[in-house]
């Protein structure tokens, strides 16, 4: 059985930046090392999505090290 609780506030959703998009200028590129490279480019496209409001674009490629991001525009 579960037993209903009431007035339990929702704890905040923490954010966590993992890439540094935001510090990122047009041109600009960094690697993410990783075995599961599908996986980590996943992460960095839903990632990179929160920041096309601003009129920030990344182009992510999986190279030989891991996942490579560019800011394009």
Known sequence: MFT?????????????????????????SFLVPSNDKAKTAASVRSCSQRHRASGANFSVRMVAEGVRVWRTA
Not at 5 to 27: F, Q, T, W
């Open 4 to 28: 209903i609780e009431k007035n339990i506030p929702l704890p905040a959703r923490a954010r966590s930046e993992h890439y540094p998009l935001k510090d990122m200028e047009v041109g600009d």
